[in-house]
């Protein structure tokens, strides 16, 4: 069984930061990978970054390349995503998501889509104002 927390979630204006730190505990092999997945109300869930843990190699969605920055340390388990240039658009609640063991990607490359996580976190807000 695996357990994700997140943590570091808030309220900032447009062009703040915001660090998102997520907590793996549990039972679990090395070979995983992990992600954030962003959803506003009403929308669809968007995989924003994603991390092959074994490699190191990170992904992000176009909407946030360049200005997010996903780090993964393998010795604690823990995921962070520094959010820096912040933007309204970016408000959602941000979950951090594992897949174990890591499949192979359904589109290479790239993010990860929602359904190919198998473990989430209960999600924390992000709000970011104009």
């Known amino acids: 069984q695996v357990q994700l927390v997140e943590s570091g979630g808030g309220s900032v204006q447009a062009g703040g930061s915001l660090r998102l730190s997520c907590a793996a505990s549990g039972y679990f092999h090395s070979d995983y990978c992990m992600g954030w997945i962003r959803q506003v109300p009403g929308k669809e869930r968007e995989g924003v970054a994603h991390?092959?843990?074994?490699?190191?190699?990170?992904y992000y969605s176009d909407s946030v390349t360049g200005r997010f920055t996903l780090s993964h340390d393998n010795a604690k388990h823990t995921l962070v995503l520094q959010m820096n240039s912040l933007k309204p658009e970016d408000t959602a609640v941000y979950y951090c998501?594992?897949?174990?063991?890591?499949?192979?990607?359904?589109?290479?490359?790239?993010?990860?889509?929602?359904?190919?996580?198998?473990?989430w976190g209960q999600g924390t807000q992000v709000t970011v104002s104009s």
């Open positions: 998501a594992m897949n174990l063991p890591c499949s192979p990607p359904r589109i290479p490359y790239g993010t990860r889509a929602p359904d190919e996580y198998n473990y």
């Open positions: 991390v092959y843990t074994n490699s190191g190699r990170t």
